[in-house]
């Protein structure tokens, strides 16, 4: 299977900036879209930022727009989103997800993937 591993997280003030990064590992084939999810407490998760491979479009959400940016390098299967002008409200768990195909050595095969990250940590607050 492909693990997605995030790092980058922390503690900011408010104003301030973060910047995430996911790494995907395992046998992969190809990736599709790649993007950004959160969840703060109590809340469900939601989109927060995604782009594809093909055309590289991307979409936020709209508490977001013009403060992170969502960026990728396929040739490292990787994806990190610039946070910028943090608020408290951005306060949450970020996951990784990705999508896409994958060597499956057990079968000899190309198989799909749709993978999370184990999440990290964003906290703005003074």
């Known amino acids: 299977q492909v693990q997605l591993v995030e790092s980058g997280g922390g503690l900011v003030q408010p104003g301030g900036s973060l910047r995430l990064s996911c790494v995907g590992d395992g046998n992969i084939v190809s990736v599709y879209t790649m993007g950004w999810y959160r969840q703060a407490p109590g809340k469900q998760r939601e989109l927060v930022a995604a782009?594809?491979?093909?055309?590289?479009?991307?979409n936020y959400a709209d508490s977001v727009k013009g403060r992170f940016t969502i960026s990728r390098d396929n040739a490292k299967n990787t994806v990190s989103l610039q946070m910028n002008s943090l608020k408290p409200e951005d306060t949450a768990v970020y996951y990784c997800?990705?999508?896409?195909?994958?060597?499956?050595?057990?079968?000899?095969?190309?198989?799909?993937?749709?993978?999370w990250g184990q999440g990290t940590q964003v906290t703005v607050s003074s």
């Open positions: 782009i594809t491979s093909s055309s590289g479009s991307t």
């Open positions: 997800n990705a999508d896409g195909a994958y060597y499956d050595s057990r079968y000899d095969r190309v198989a799909a993937f749709d993978s």
